[in-house]
């Protein structure tokens, strides 16, 4: 499968890798199309690996994943183009995170909207997909890092586009997925970072997760 990774920070790069790993051939999007850290991992990734402009890569992927900034993922996303969203599956991992006043962010927007439906909004036919924004990067490709049970979640309108994003969840090795309904449930699930933060804070780390038990 073609995969286009928006963004090259850690998230992007652990994600990208992770999906060459699987056997998957993944483009990796920046603003400029010789970006120094999309560079340096395709080089590190092999042949299934490469790299260019956002819209490269929008191009490119039969999936995309937004993992810009949750500040920047419209502007990203507008340079990927409409016409190279259109009809794709779009899974959103970012979050409203400003970091302006330092630590602990506050949410750039909250209650009422989240950045998943704004995505969606803005791209109608796309098919936005939102999940992995409730844990760490290195636990994003790497459920067992966190010992027992525990969850992650989605959020999307369409049911096939989420059974399809299920599927790869399953190949990172996650078991136990919450389908919270549709996208507007995204807001919830950006709403937690700020608890996040604040455990991450108090325990001098990030490898942990959340647990729903009945």
């Known amino acids: 499968m073609r995969i286009g990774i928006l963004g090259t920070g ?14 998957n ?34 191009s490119f992927g039969e999936i995309i994943f937004n993992c810009t900034s949750g500040a920047i993922s ?11 969203l259109n009809g794709k599956i779009l899974i959103d991992v970012s979050n409203p995170l400003d970091f302006s006043k330092g630590m602990p962010p506050t949410l750039t927007l909250c209650n009422t909207d989240s950045v998943g439906e704004q995505i969606q909004r803005e791209f109608p036919q796309a098919k936005v997909v939102k999940t992995l924004n409730t844990v760490n990067t ?12 525990h969850d992650v979640f989605v959020s999307g309108n369409d049911p096939e586009a ?12 996650w078991e136990n997925i919450i389908d919270l309904g549709d ?4 807001r919830g699930t950006e709403m937690i970072m700020p608890l996040w933060i604040r455990l991450m ?10 647990h729903i038990v009945r």
């Open 162 to 173: 989420k059974a399809r994003v299920e599927r790869i969840l399953r190949d990172f090795g």
């Open 183 to 186: 996208i507007s449930t995204a």
């Open 10 to 23: 850690m998230v992007g790069s652990s994600l990208g890798t992770k999906l060459v790993q699987l056997g």
């Open 74 to 84: 419209m502007s990203a996303l507008k340079a990927a183009g409409s016409k190279n």
């Open 25 to 58: 051939e993944v483009k990796m999007g920046s603003r400029t199309e010789n970006n120094e850290k999309a560079t340096e991992w395709a080089e590190k990734n092999g042949s299934k690996a490469s790299h260019g402009t956002f819209e490269d890569a929008a």
């Open 138 to 149: 290195l636990v994003m490709v790497n459920p067992k890092l966190v010992p027992g049970l």
């Open 201 to 210: 804070m108090k325990y001098q780390g990030p490898n942990f997760n959340f």
